[in-house]
């Protein structure tokens, strides 16, 4: 073994000259002469820096093959982990859409009860500004008809409503202009 050999093998296992010096048996000072070429390189201690080269050298290929088990492990961990959080995060999904669904219909019924009250309050406020009574309209043949049934059968957007009991019909007049007519008691 050269003293280029030596040195060569100890910088490729990436070791100071206190630590390889140390595995050997030898002081620093001896090792230093040895890489230098000062003194020759004994027989005995070229074999055991070739068996501890070959010894590091299985070591290395062990730890290798265990970090590559280990990485293939920790991805299997990492992709069954994330596909539970996936799962996790989609059942969450679900559950916060039918939370949502039902909070919206809860909405939707408390403002048409809300606008229903305001209707009648409205409905009664009128009245009592105005003093109108409730208005029944009744036909010669008996039947009835309020004006919240006559409001049911004309379009929304009426204006003005005449009523010819007479004719059996309600003549209606829309606030663009257009009119029409619809039977009273059907």
């Known amino acids: 073994m050269t003293n280029t050999e030596l040195t060569k093998i100890r910088e490729d296992k990436q070791l100071s000259k206190g630590d390889f010096a140390k595995l050997l048996g030898i002081t620093p000072m ?39 088990k280990g990485g293939r492990k920790a991805k299997e961990a990492a992709t069954e982990a994330t596909a539970l959080a996936m799962e996790a995060l989609e059942d969450q999904a679900a559950a916060t859409e039918i939370e949502v669904k039902k909070t919206v219909r809860k909405a939707g019924r408390k403002a048409k009860e809300a606008a229903d009250a305001i209707k009648e309050s409205v409905k009664e406020s009128v009245k009592e500004s105005y003093g109108l009574p409730n208005i029944i309209i009744q036909s010669p043949m008996g039947g009835i008809i309020t004006t919240e049934d006559i409001a049911k059968k004309v379009p929304k957007n009426t204006e003005d409503v005449y009523v010819r009991v007479d004719e059996n019909k309600l003549y209606y007049v829309l606030k663009d202009g257009e009119s029409g007519s619809v039977d009273i008691w059907e």
């Open 30 to 68: 001896l090792l230093g002469r040895y890489e230098n070429g000062g003194l020759q390189i004994p027989e005995e201690l070229a074999v055991k820096v070739k068996e501890l080269s070959d010894a590091a050298a299985a070591t290395e290929i062990e730890v290798k093959k265990t970090v590559r």
